[in-house]
């Protein structure tokens, strides 16, 4: 098993292909693996991960417009320490989940043709995003 550290610069909210900044991360430990798991975690509570379409940049912006239709800003929550996109990226983060697990097969990501590792930034300010590698083979 080896683990490596991964920060990704987001400019804001959005969603960001990232995939081969996470491939590139993992580099050489990917070849030789015949069959094996990449954890892909992120390190913070308002951000998240998925796995989407990686083809049609719609996708991204329908995923933005969703977001914040579902978790609207003027709710009135309570906490509210870093302004009005704290609480909704709190709950964005949680519905959306802070992990994933990817499959390795023949020293390569085991995603579909039209899959990507996306991280979703649900804060409007740009931010540092820690993420640690886990791959098991």
Not at 38 to 48: C, D, E, Q, R, T
């Amino acid at each position: 098993m080896k683990q490596f550290n991964l920060t990704i610069k987001t400019p804001g909210r959005g969603y960001y292909l990232i995939t081969d900044q996470v491939a590139a991360a993992v580099g050489a430990s990917l070849h030789g693996v015949e069959a094996g798991l990449l954890h892909v975690f992120i390190k913070h509570s308002s951000a998240s991960l998925t796995i989407n379409e990686n083809a049609d940049p719609t996708v991204r912006e329908d995923f933005k417009r969703f977001e914040e239709h579902l978790v609207p800003r003027d709710f009135p929550y309570q906490h509210d320490y870093e302004g009005d996109d704290d609480m909704p990226a709190h709950i964005k983060s949680s519905l959306m989940g802070c992990q994933l697990t990817i499959p390795v097969t023949a020293g390569q990501l085991a995603l579909g043709t039209w899959q990507g590792i996306f991280l979703c930034e649900h804060r409007d300010r740009p931010h540092h995003r820690q993420l640690t590698l886990t791959l098991q083979n």
